[in-house]
């Protein structure tokens, strides 16, 4: 089992300066039920000095218990997928897409959606079920933080692409995968 790396870059790397107050007002509202981060891309791309405007959002809460906390904000949401508990946030020309931390098996065949889902609370699942190393990096917005189960900010560091299990596993779960990499 992977261990917890807390890791804090203040030096190297300056996610927080590209937080924008909109998105920053969103994690003090999230702080009520759960914790917000940043996963994916954006995460790796900025400790290579790239931002981007695609910033994907993770957390344990639902579709329905955010619904719940941005409810009378001005923040809007839409719902992408019930099933996936997806959706988007966005505020004026923000927009974020967010996804409830998850356990997921595919079917053999390789297609890009999973035969079964299980919403968890807990971020290292969620972890698990991402693909490359470099990919499943959280930044924790309020505390400016990165959680990094599978070493991935050495191996972006390093401009290495690694599956966090097997490739061949990575690859037959979501042959999509392989266009990403």
Not at 60 to 83: A, D, H
Not at 153 to 176: E, F, H, P, Y
Request: proline share 2%.
């Amino acid at each position: 089992m992977a261990k917890r790396k807390l890791i804090s870059l203040r030096k190297g790397a300056k996610m927080k300066d590209h937080i924008t107050p909109n998105l920053l007002k969103l994690a003090r509202l999230f702080k009520k039920k759960g914790e917000l981060y940043i996963v994916g891309g954006y995460v790796r791309n900025s400790l290579l000095g790239i931002y981007e405007t695609d910033i994907d959002l993770a957390s344990r809460l639902t579709n329905e218990e955010i619904k719940e906390i941005l409810f009378g904000t001005k923040y809007e949401v839409k719902e992408n997928s019930k099933k996936l508990g997806t959706l988007t946030i966005s505020l004026g020309e923000e927009k974020w897409q967010h996804s409830t931390f998850r356990k997921e098996e595919y079917p053999e065949s390789g297609v890009h959606f999973p035969s079964s889902v299980e919403f968890v609370n807990d971020i290292q699942e969620d972890a698990k079920r991402r693909d490359f190393t470099a990919n499943c990096i959280y930044y924790n917005i309020l505390k400016d933080q990165f959680v990094d189960y599978y070493g991935g900010i050495q191996d972006t560091q390093k401009r290495i692409i690694k599956a966090i299990k097997t490739t061949d596993s990575v690859l037959a779960n979501d042959g999509l995968r392989i266009l990403r990499m």
